[in-house]
């Protein structure tokens, strides 16, 4: 069973499920030591940059899995992220 959210980052989790002084950029990893799913509620809109996609995957463990849909095209996105990881010789 996976168990996540739509995202990771929202500003009043903190001190309420973030320590209040855990930097943002260790805020994934913190999560995934919680949760084995998360979406990428901003692919929704658009697709992240290859960039964005190789720093999450650094930063999580290798179950993780990531849940996107940018307008309703899921199966392509899927693709997409797939090859973006693969290029960049993460997967």
């Known amino acids: 069973m996976k168990i996540g959210t739509s995202g990771w980052y929202y500003r009043h989790w903190i001190g309420k499920f ?14 995934t030591d919680h949760f084995n799913t998360v979406e990428i509620n901003n692919s929704f809109y658009a697709l992240p940059s290859e960039t964005a996609v190789s720093n999450w995957y ?20 899927a693709s997409k992220l797939k090859s973006m990881l693969s290029t960049r010789g993460v997967i």
């Open 58 to 77: 650094a930063k999580t463990d290798i179950h993780v899995y990531f849940n996107n849909d940018y307008q309703g095209y899921a199966i392509e996105n």
């Open 18 to 31: 973030y320590p209040p002084d855990l930097p943002l950029s260790q805020t994934l990893a913190f999560y």
